[in-house]
């Protein structure tokens, strides 16, 4: 079982930054991909990014390749997502999530556990 608790969100004007954290509960934390995805209103949930658990490697959704980025922190059981030049169409929900697998997914179908969000409102 892990737990997942997400933190950073806000409200922020275009062409600002933020930092999201997600801190997970268990030991197992560093067996996990880990990804990032974000759902705006009247919209299905979509992928951002993801970070796998073994070599570290990462994959970003188009919308987000340049101005995200993802990382992790074993020791401390967390995730990071570092959010620059925001733009308007980025305010969502934003969730992490834990997939168990060696790579990492863009499905969200493939992802065991969910943070509970944090709001990304990004004013023009």
């Known amino acids: 079982q892990v737990q997942l608790v997400e933190s950073g969100g806000g409200l922020v004007q275009a062409g600002g930054s933020l930092r999201l954290s997600c801190a997970a509960s268990g030991r197992t934390f560093s067996m996990y991909a880990m990804g990032w995805f974000r759902q705006a209103p009247g919209k299905e949930r979509e992928f951002v990014a993801a970070i796998a658990r073994s070599d570290r490697s990462t994959r970003y959704a188009d919308s987000v390749k340049g101005r995200f980025t993802i990382s992790r922190d074993n020791a401390k059981n967390t995730v990071y997502l570092q959010l620059k030049s925001l733009k308007p169409e980025d305010t969502a929900v934003y969730y992490c999530?834990?997939?168990?697998?060696?790579?990492?997914?863009?499905?969200?179908?493939?992802?065991?556990?969910w943070g509970q969000g944090t709001q990304v409102t990004v004013s023009s």
């Open positions: 999530a834990a997939a168990w697998t060696t790579g990492w997914s863009t499905l969200p179908v493939e992802y065991d556990y």
